[in-house]
């Protein structure tokens, strides 16, 4: 019933920036919890940002002061603002969301299918 898709990923410089999308489509009644995760190389998934469904955000400590998430519930989307970028940031990154679709009383986890992105130093 919903789909995730992201964009924004790419090449960087460190020091750089980037944004990340994550655009939700579907039978949405309402988006409740959203965050976002990576996987860098060699490592395990991580969780980066989540946002949740009483508006309170949490950050890894690696990307606190660096990153901020924040969402346009109008447009279904999320968002991941990425500052100071370091090559440690390399990685695929994921959104995630819980849903509420059409059909009353039915919430759902979402994953969109990752975006990479690559930090150079």
């Known amino acids: 019933q919903v789909q995730l898709v992201e964009s924004g990923g790419g090449l960087v410089q460190a020091g750089g920036s980037l944004r990340l999308s994550c655009a939700a489509s579907?039978?949405?009644?309402?988006?409740?919890?959203v965050g976002w995760y990576r996987r860098a190389p060699g490592k395990q998934r991580e969780l980066v940002a989540v946002?949740?469904?009483?508006?309170?955000?949490n950050y890894a400590d690696s990307v606190k002061g660096r990153f901020t998430i924040s969402r346009d519930n109008a447009k279904n989307t999320v968002y991941l603002q990425m500052n100071s970028l370091k090559s440690e940031d390399t990685a695929v990154y994921y959104c995630?969301?819980?849903?509420?679709?059409?059909?009353?009383?039915?919430?759902?986890?979402?994953w969109g299918q990752g975006t990479q992105v690559t930090v150079s130093s």
């Open positions: 579907g039978f949405i009644r309402r988006i409740n919890a």
């Open positions: 995630n969301a819980n849903v509420a679709t059409t059909i009353p009383g039915a919430k759902y986890d979402y």
């Open positions: 946002s949740t469904s009483g508006g309170i955000t």
